[in-house]
């Protein structure tokens, strides 16, 4: 249950100038960190990333993603620290993450804060869900999906907000061809029946820039003082160590592969081979045992 907030002394809202999937997170992983939002206040990112598809942090990528589609299209893939499922990134969508104590921590009250500044500001009705995401009325279309990590006494809620975006570039991406191949126990995204976004009932005032804006107005009201800034992630990643390090793992394939859960994967022959900690543990044929479980590795299977 979430308790009563009135309004607080000091907010914070961080714009993050780059476009880039990985230095983002990693950025916000820093924040989830270092920031102490108790003392230094409750903390507002906004950020958008150029192609990418996100998923989980217990997720499959082999069951979840088109991986040929997305290095086709040099679609960025990456596994973020939070659970929850897959989505897709572009230039089209803003990426919204709430920084606060574990006790402030309230998702029903952050969506719905999202849900009546969106809803005041644009054309569209959007409302919270009770799985915890945005849809846009009518038509329960999934317009965000949302995600949380705990660590220390602090949390962060963020979600992936939907302003513009080519609806079968994105399907196609979080289609895998190889989801019936892949036995697991993995978390699985749950495909919304419908998906939409604000331009679909908006299309002249909505944007990825005014939805910045009125989000940050929204996030001011519930505070006495707010300090916004521009933050150059890029040259963070360069310079600061927590955040060089937090990127530097997010980019590395033991992240990204190395940690799906253990998994079996049906061969075209039918052979059920054993996948762990992303390579071959088991197979008939000897000489891939202990091999990465790769696109190239599949297409001799």
């Not at 960025?76 to 989505?87: F, Q």
């Not at 809620?157 to 080519?166: G, I, K, N, R």
């Not at 071959?280 to 044929?285: G, H, L, P, Q």
Request: with cysteine; proline share 2%; hydrophobic share 40%.
């Amino acid at each position: 249950m979430c308790s009563v907030a009135g309004r607080k002394t000091l907010g914070r809202i961080v714009h993050s100038t780059s476009r880039c999937i990985y230095e983002n997170l990693a950025y916000e992983e820093h924040l989830l960190r270092t920031h102490d939002p108790e003392r230094e206040g409750e903390l507002m990112m906004m950020w958008s990333n150029r192609p990418a598809v996100v998923f989980g942090r217990h997720q499959n990528p082999w069951a979840e993603v088109a991986l040929d589609e997305a290095a086709r299209r040099h679609v960025a893939v990456a596994r973020r620290h939070s659970g929850g499922g897959t989505v897709y990134h572009d230039e089209g969508n803003l990426n919204i993450s709430l920084l606060t104590s574990q006790k402030a921590h309230c998702r029903k009250r952050n969506l719905e804060m999202i849900a009546r500044a969106i809803n005041g500001r644009f054309a569209v009705k959007v409302v919270p869900t009770s799985r915890d995401d945005l849809e846009m009325q009518p038509g329960s279309r999934k317009c965000s999906g949302t995600a949380a990590r705990i660590v220390r006494g602090r949390a962060y809620h963020h979600m992936t907000m939907l302003v513009d975006v080519d609806l079968a570039r994105l399907s196609g991406i979080l289609r895998s061809d190889l989801q019936t191949r892949v036995r697991s126990t993995a978390t699985r995204s749950v495909r919304a029946p419908a998906v939409g976004y604000l331009r679909q009932d908006d299309a002249r005032g909505a944007s990825v820039d005014a939805l910045a804006a009125c989000l940050a107005d929204a996030w001011r009201e519930g505070f006495e003082k707010v300090d916004e800034t521009r933050v150059d992630v890029g040259e963070a990643t360069r310079t600061v160590e927590g955040v060089r390090k937090a990127i530097d793992e997010l980019r590395d394939w033991e992240w990204i592969y190395g940690r799906t859960p253990a998994f079996e994967f049906e061969t075209r022959g039918g052979e059920l081979i054993k996948i762990r900690n992303g390579r071959v543990a088991e197979a008939r044929d000897q000489s891939i045992v202990g091999e990465r479980f790769t696109r190239e590795l599949i297409a001799v299977l």
